[in-house]
Nanobody, 115 residues
């Protein structure tokens, strides 16, 4: 059982901010592209942001300008800074390679945005 470990989620009012962290489960430095995914109840999992080993980033349109993905390769950690949160951002957030490895999905971290 080797899985990614997400942390940093919580409950926040609209307009607030949260920063998520993802620990890559390996002792070696990982250079594969990484992604943050989210899955809301009753909806399919979607890729919201990804980042290459050299820092190139992409975002789904709904989070552009509000979310920032980053990574620190030396510690095998990926981050998602979430600003101006909206209720529609409510979901379980998970990290994985992009494309994901199905055997390495972790439990995710819950983000709930409501008044």
């Amino acid at each position: 059982q080797v899985q990614f470990v997400e942390s940093g989620g919580g409950s926040m009012q609209p307009g607030g901010s949260l920063t998520l962290s993802c620990a890559i489960p390996t002792t070696g430095i990982v250079f594969y592209p990484m992604g943050w995914y989210r899955q809301a109840p009753g909806k399919q999992r979607e890729l919201v942001a990804d980042i290459t080993s050299d820092g190139k980033t992409n975002y789904v349109d709904s989070v552009k300008g509000r979310f920032t993905i980053s990574r620190r390769n030396v510690v095998n950690t990926v981050y998602l800074q979430m600003n101006s949160l909206k209720p529609e951002d409510t979901a379980v957030y998970l990290c994985n390679f992009n494309p994901p490895r199905i055997d390495m999905w972790g439990q995710g971290t819950q983000v709930t945005v409501s008044a």
